[in-house]
C-alpha cells in the first residue's frame, strides 16, 4: 500500500541535542510538508519543498533544518536552537502543481512523531 | 491573506443526531477547501473537497459539507452521528497563487455521546 511513513513514533531530546525526525513517501508526490501540532494551536507548517533540492519556509522554521536529496524522503532536524520543541509532528505529502487537474488533489498525512525533552 | 477559521473548539451531539461543524474562508478568487479527520496520536485522513460544481459535497464515512459562497463557509454535516465519529475535525484552504501551500483551521473537537 502507497503511504507516508514517519520513524520513530516517540522521540525525546536532551538539552542541546539534535534529533532528526524521518519521513518517507512512496507516494509518488513532488510535494512534501513538515507540520507542527500543539494543543489548540492547529498545524503550523515548519518547512516544505516542490521538488527535489528545494525546500522553503514555513510560518516557525527557526530552529529547525530540512534536506530534500531524495523524493522519497524528507528528513526533519530540530536543532538545539528550538527551545521547545515538545510537540506532535506530521508530516504529508501532495502531488503538487503539474496541471491543473493534479493540483485539486489533497495531502496525504503520516502518523506522526511525538518529540519529548528529558 | 488566504485562511479558514473553525469559530467552534468544541461540538457535542447525541449518538443519531445531526452534526455540523463549522468553516468559514478568506481567499481571493475561488477556493480549493478540504476537510480531514484527525483520531489520537495519528496523523489527518482525507475526508472530502470542493474544487467547483455541486454546493453540496459527499465524502467518507457518510460525511458531506455544504460550500456557500455568499456566507464563504464550508460546513462539514452528517445526517447521523456515531460515537466512532469522535475526533478532531480541520478544514483547510489551498492558497491560490502557490499550489502546494495548504492553510489549516484550528480545529474542532466532535464528541458524540451515546
Known amino acids: 500500500d502507497g503511504g507516508i511513513t514517519q520513524s520513530p513514533k516517540y522521540l525525546f531530546r536532551k538539552e542541546g541535542q539534535n534529533v532528526t525526525l524521518s519521513c518517507e513517501q512512496n507516494l509518488n508526490h513532488d510535494a512534501m510538508y513538515w507540520y507542527r501540532q500543539d494543543p489548540g494551536q492547529g498545524l503550523r507548517l515548519i518547512y516544505y519543498?516542490?521538488?527535489?533540492?528545494?525546500?522553503q519556509k514555513g510560518d516557525i522554521a527557526e530552529g529547525y533544518s530540512v534536506s530534500r536529496e531524495k523524493k522519497e524522503s524528507f528528513p526533519l532536524t530540530v536543532t538545539s536552537a528550538q527551545k521547545n520543541p515538545t510537540a506532535f509532528y506530521l508530516c504529508?505529502?501532495?502531488?503538487?502543481?503539474?496541471?491543473?487537474?493534479?493540483?485539486?488533489?489533497?495531502?496525504?498525512f503520516g502518523d506522526g512523531t511525538r518529540l519529548s525533552i528529558l | 491573506a488566504q485562511s479558514v477559521a473553525q469559530p467552534e473548539d468544541q461540538v457535542n451531539v447525541a449518538e443519531g443526531n445531526p452534526l455540523t461543524v463549522k468553516c468559514t474562508y478568506s481567499v481571493s478568487g475561488n477556493p480549493y477547501l478540504f476537510w480531514y479527520v484527525q483520531y489520537p496520536n495519528r496523523g489527518l485522513q482525507f475526508l472530502l473537497k470542493?474544487?467547483?460544481?455541486?454546493?453540496l459535497v459527499k465524502g467518507s464515512y457518510g460525511f458531506e459539507a455544504e460550500f456557500n459562497k455568499s456566507q464563504t463557509s464550508f460546513h462539514l454535516k452528517k445526517p447521523s452521528a456515531l460515537v466512532s465519529d469522535s475526533a478532531l475535525y480541520f478544514c483547510a484552504v489551498r492558497d491560490v497563487y502557490n499550489f502546494n501551500k495548504f492553510y489549516f483551521g484550528s480545529g474542532t473537537k466532535l464528541n458524540v455521546k451515546p
Open positions: 519543498s516542490q521538488i527535489v533540492n528545494d525546500f
Open positions: 504529508a505529502s501532495s502531488i503538487g502543481r503539474t496541471g491543473e487537474f493534479r493540483s485539486n488533489q489533497p495531502q496525504h
Open positions: 470542493y474544487i467547483t460544481g455541486d454546493n
